[in-house]
């Protein structure tokens, strides 16, 4: 039996789930539990966990939403060490993308299975090396956006609807409208992408999303069929187009995936070391979160990391 290192963002879906939270602080098998106070803290605390913790039972327990994984996975990552750390997961977010791309459900559904998993398992996840807008290193379980998407991110963030429903349990609506109003603000721009021997110019891309996931914003399949198994890494890029072929497109994606099949919209299978060039100021995102507006020129990678799931 594991030894639990948890790592909880209280603030996560506005607290709806802390019932949930409650009963798994009662188990017995938590040898050590830290709640985030801040942006950035998880962070922290998860690189203090890589750099001390030598319990070879360990498991680092995080519970909140995709941008509370990514952190803790980013923060683990910061520190080399012999063997990484594992991470478990009870997804207490509004859009909770990691867990429905991975079949986890909801987080009573992650609870009951944490208890019947007895070994960890290689995920792939995604690395990004140079200036996104500004220079870092970061990885991300599920996608990292240019455009569009990362708009809609920026728009439900500042929006006081995400947390009312929240508290009704539709957060991932909150995605769904913020995505009708941006669609209005966002103007194209050009994307190149070195991709092995080739190279690829977009003049008009609208939305930009390096993926490895079925899901983004909160339940759209932007990417079907994608596992997270296997180690690879595609690209979708959208032109810009009218509002009419938009709602087509959209409807299309939400129902089974047929918005690939359209002309205006592209997927990349990526090759290791590809380098993605925005030199138009744009909105980015990473598993959810924003990382702010402005010129993007970055090297792509993909590896395996040990999730206990």
């Given at each position: 039996?594991?030894?639990?290192?948890?790592?909880?963002n209280p603030y996560a879906g506005d607290g709806v789930h802390s019932s949930i939270v409650l009963n798994i602080k009662n188990?017995?098998?938590?040898?050590?539990?830290?709640?985030?106070?801040?942006?950035?803290?998880a962070m922290y605390l998860a690189k203090k966990l890589a750099k001390t913790i030598d319990d070879p039972t360990a498991v680092v327990l995080v519970i909140g939403?995709?941008?509370?994984?990514?952190?803790?996975?980013?923060?683990?990552?910061?520190?080399?060490?012999?063997?990484?750390?594992?991470?478990?997961?009870?997804p207490t977010g509004s859009g909770n993308d990691f867990a429905r791309g991975i079949n986890l459900g909801t987080a009573e559904q992650a609870v009951s299975h944490l208890k019947r998993v007895t070994q960890a398992q290689m995920l792939n996840i995604g690395k990004i090396n140079g200036d996104a807008p500004h220079r870092?290193?970061?990885?991300?379980?599920?996608?990292?956006?240019?455009?569009?998407?990362?708009?809609?991110?920026?728009?439900?963030?500042?929006?006081?609807?995400?947390?009312?429903?929240?508290?009704?349990?539709?957060?991932?609506?909150?995605?769904?409208l913020s995505v009708l109003c941006v669609f209005f603000k966002q103007h194209d721009f050009?994307?190149?992408?070195?991709?092995?021997?080739?190279?690829?110019q977009i003049p008009h891309a609208f939305l930009?999303?390096?993926?490895?996931q079925v899901y983004f914003g909160g339940g759209i399949a932007i990417l079907p069929g994608a596992d997270a198994h296997q180690n690879e890494l595609d690209?979708?890029?959208?032109?810009k187009m009218s509002f009419i072929q938009f709602l087509a497109m959209f409807a299309s994606l939400k129902k089974n995936g047929g918005h690939l099949q359209f002309k205006s919209v592209h997927k990349i299978s990526l090759a290791r070391g590809a380098k993605i060039h925005v030199r138009d100021i744009q909105p980015g995102?990473?598993?959810?979160e924003e990382l702010g507006n402005g010129t993007f020129s970055f090297n792509i990678d993909y590896q395996t990391y040990p999730f206990w799931l």
């Open positions: 039996m594991p030894n639990y290192f948890v790592i909880n188990t017995p098998n938590i040898v050590a539990w830290h709640d985030t106070d801040y942006a950035g803290h939403g995709d941008g509370t994984l990514n952190d803790v996975l980013n923060g683990l990552l910061q520190f080399k060490r012999d063997v990484k750390l594992p991470i478990a997961y009870i870092t290193t970061k990885y991300f379980v599920n996608s990292i956006g240019i455009g569009f998407d990362a708009a809609v991110v920026a728009q439900t963030n500042q929006t006081a609807l995400k947390k009312r429903l929240n508290k009704l349990g539709c957060g991932s609506l909150s995605y769904l050009q994307m190149t992408l070195m991709n092995g021997e080739d190279y690829i930009v999303t390096l993926t490895n690209m979708v890029v959208a032109e995102q990473i598993d959810g």
